[in-house]
């Protein structure tokens, strides 16, 4: 198996953060921890709150709190910024609900945040609030892993268990779904709108074509995605995936994809013991260019990063990207050079 190849901290921050897509309109001020914990009392009757943690996960489109209960179990509440995150929220509140039916009857081992209740928000086209249980354990420490049996080959099970699924899992709940050749064009597509700012790197931009164009790549079998995976997504307990959670970015297309954050940032010794265990698992015609794809998409997602602070108009997150890009240019054409 070829190498994975290494990635800085900020490429592996961008793919987290351009596989979602979102957009900024303009900033908002954010509800408060307590009045967020408020509406958790509505959305779950019963529920009584005895101690409100504000959330790392807060951003522009949610505000996000931790809040406890007299019992010491941990709810999370999010509440849409805006209704196309609104609208989101709702897909994913029915496909939690379908993937924590798949795993009580063990049609995948690892849990997921468990829908408790809604409450609307007053005063606001955004939609509703929602409150889930709180998958217990630590996020993956990726850092942390080790070759052979343990959590690392979990891990390559459970991304199996996720591609395994049945399309109409995620299909029923209105998520895009894909086939390979419309996946090609969009990724196509990403690509020329790129070109156009001017902004790619000449030899990144020819290398992205030639891969986007060579058709042997893309012939895979569509598959579900969780479309936004990586450490902080992936809950832990022992050596065992407890749970994996942020399911708004799910859809059917190129399992590749949830495989980008890996081949950018393990070791190869990881990412060997986490792709025999997911070949294992998997029940598709094995696919000789997975890994391929997805060190292309962990590449792309700079693009996307970039792309983001284009439409968003914000210099910082431009420059930011342009770093990115000629730090990944150097790394693959200097350092081939030099061999």
Known sequence: ??????????????????????S????????????????ASVAVPGLDVYDVLRSPHSDADFDVVVVKDATGTRWIVRAPRRPAAGAALEA?????????????????????????????LSGSDDGRAIVYSEVPGAPLVL???????????????????????????????GLPTYDAEQYRQRRLAELDAGIQTGKIPPRLADR???????????????????????????????????GIKDWMDARVADPADDLAWLVASAPEDILDTVMEAYRLRRRETPDSHLLDRARLASELALLRWLMYGVRTDNADVVADGEGMLADLEAMLFDDASED
């Open 1 to 22: 198996m070829g190498s994975a190849h290494p990635a800085t901290l900020r490429q592996q921050a961008a793919w987290s953060v351009a596989s979602r897509g979102f």
């Open 143 to 173: 850092a942390r892993l080790e070759a052979g049996p343990g959590l690392a080959a979990n891990l390559g099970r459970a991304l199996a268990e996720i591609h395994e699924l049945p399309p109409t899992l995620v299909d029923d709940e």
């Open 208 to 242: 992205w074509e030639r891969q986007l164009e060579n058709v042997s790549w893309w012939r895979f079998e569509p598959a579900v995605v969780h479309g936004d995976l990586g450490e902080h997504q992936i809950v832990t307990n022992r050596d065992a995936v407890a």
């Open 92 to 120: 994913e509140r029915g496909l939690l609900k379908a993937l924590g039916r798949a795993h009580d009857t063990d049609l995948v081992s690892f849990d997921v945040p468990r829908p408790k209740g809604a409450a609307s």
């Open 24 to 39: 900024l309109y303009g900033e908002q001020v954010p509800r408060s921890p307590l009045a967020l914990a408020a509406l």
